[in-house]
């Protein structure tokens, strides 16, 4: 089956950790992004990127990292300088279109992120 | 500023009771428009791409519209199966994209 998957479906962290939420694609797809999902609330961009190698900020990058070494994998880091972390957190692929357009993004199932 | 805007945040129908949802935006040049279904604790289900005003795209019990302003989710004949959160998210002129905050869609039986 071709698609996106995210792993853990749910993670529990302490305060002063760091957690990995894993991110996956077998669709061949250039780009790749992080999204968070909070309640009330439309999903903010973390970080994406377009190639191997290359990834760019979104509008709340800060207290997240990322690495994109292999086309298939996007993982993303919550680092303990995020002050709150507590969240419902998207995974999301496309292929990049040429000439300017614009083209959708698919998305995994998601990670709950929970801090105690 | 760039802006998204769903309305309304909830919707309560009864099964077979048509409606719309909205979703009207501001932002510095369009490149496309995007409609989502997101069902409790999943990630968002891909429903429509909508590019230009006057396009329109069915799919089942859904028809998206786009004008220059807005969109609308039109619902006929609903389903307690359609029951969701309806998410519009929108592509600028600067590839930025921008998501509303969604409606919740209750159909009752």
């Known amino acids: 089956d071709g698609g996106i998957t995210q792993s853990p479906k749910y993670l529990f962290r302490k305060e002063g950790q760091n957690v990995t939420l894993s991110c996956e694609q077998n669709l061949n797809h250039d780009a790749m992004y992080w999204y968070r999902q909070d309640p009330g609330q439309g999903l903010r961009l973390i970080y994406y990127s377009q190639i191997v190698n290359d990834f760019q900020k979104g509008d709340i990058a800060e207290g997240y990292s990322v690495s994109r070494e292999k086309k298939e994998s996007f993982p993303l880091t919550v680092t303990s300088a995020q002050k709150n972390p507590t969240a419902f957190y998207l995974c999301?692929?496309?292929?990049?279109?040429?000439?300017?357009?614009?083209?959708?993004?698919?998305f995994g199932p998601g990670t709950r992120l929970t801090v105690l | 500023e760039d802006q998204v805007t769903q309305s309304p945040e909830a919707l309560r129908l009864q099964e077979g009771e048509s409606s719309s949802l909205n979703c009207s935006y501001t932002?510095?040049?369009?490149?496309?428009l995007f409609w989502y279904r997101q069902d409790p604790g999943k990630g968002p289900e891909f429903l429509f791409t909508l590019y230009s005003a006057g396009e329109e795209k069915e799919k089942e019990r859904l028809k998206a519209t786009l004008t220059k302003k807005e969109s609308f989710l039109h619902i006929t004949a609903p389903k307690p199966e359609d029951s969701a959160t309806y998410l519009c998210?929108?592509?600028?002129?600067?590839?930025?994209?921008?998501f509303g905050a969604g409606t919740r869609l209750f159909v009752k039986a």
């Open positions: 999301a692929s496309s292929i990049l279109a040429g000439g300017g357009g614009t083209d959708t993004q698919y």
């Open positions: 932002v510095s040049g369009l490149r496309g």
């Open positions: 998210a929108v592509i600028t002129g600067g590839f930025k994209t921008i």
